[in-house]
C-alpha cells in the first residue's frame, strides 16, 4: 500500500501503473495514514493488554467480529468481502450494500452515530471495525442500522 503522503506514488497504485517521475524519500516511507497520538499511546495500550492477557483480547474482539460478520452476512442486499472464518479475517468486516456507495453507507452510519470507514482501494468497500471496547449491544445497534440502510 502507498503513503498517502507522496500523492504520485497514492495516485499510481489507485490506477495500476508505475509511478511516474523519479523515485524519492516520501515514496519510501510506509504505506497508510500515520497517527501519532496512536504511537504516543502505545506504552500504556500494552501495559493494559498485558493486564487483560492476550488470549482474553483476541478473543473478545474475535467474538464481535464473529457477531458483525455473521450479522451482515443474513442481511438481504448485504455482501460481505471479509471471509467468515476468524483464522481469516482480523477486527474489520468490509461489506457493500446492493445500490449503495461505500461512501453514503458511511456517511449515513455516521448520521446514525456509528463510526465506519471505506477502504482505499481502487475497488472501495464500507467497513465495521467492532473491537475491544465495543459491546454486543453495539455490535446489534450497527447491525440495525446496515439493516435500514438497506432497505
Do not use: C
Amino acid at each position: 500500500m502507498p503513503n498517502f503522503t507522496e500523492l504520485e506514488s497514492y495516485k499510481a497504485w489507485a490506477e495500476d501503473r508505475p509511478p511516474s517521475g523519479p523515485a524519492n524519500a516520501a515514496r519510501m516511507t510506509p504505506g497508510g495514514f500515520h497517527a501519532f497520538e496512536h504511537q504516543w499511546a502505545m506504552a500504556a495500550a500494552f501495559r493494559m493488554h498485558r493486564q487483560m492477557q492476550r488470549p482474553r483480547v483476541a478473543a473478545r474482539i474475535t467474538a464481535m467480529n464473529d457477531q458483525l460478520k455473521q450479522g451482515l452476512a443474513r442481511l438481504p442486499k448485504v455482501r460481505m468481502h471479509t471471509p467468515s472464518a476468524p483464522a481469516l479475517s482480523a477486527g474489520l468486516a468490509a461489506f457493500e450494500i446492493d445500490g449503495v456507495s461505500p461512501t453514503d453507507i458511511v456517511k449515513q452510519l455516521l448520521a446514525r452515530r456509528i463510526v465506519a470507514s471505506t477502504s482505499p482501494y481502487a475497488v472501495s468497500y464500507a467497513r465495521l471495525a467492532p473491537s475491544l471496547v465495543n459491546t454486543p449491544a453495539e455490535v446489534d445497534e450497527a447491525l440495525r442500522a446496515v439493516r435500514e440502510i438497506a432497505g
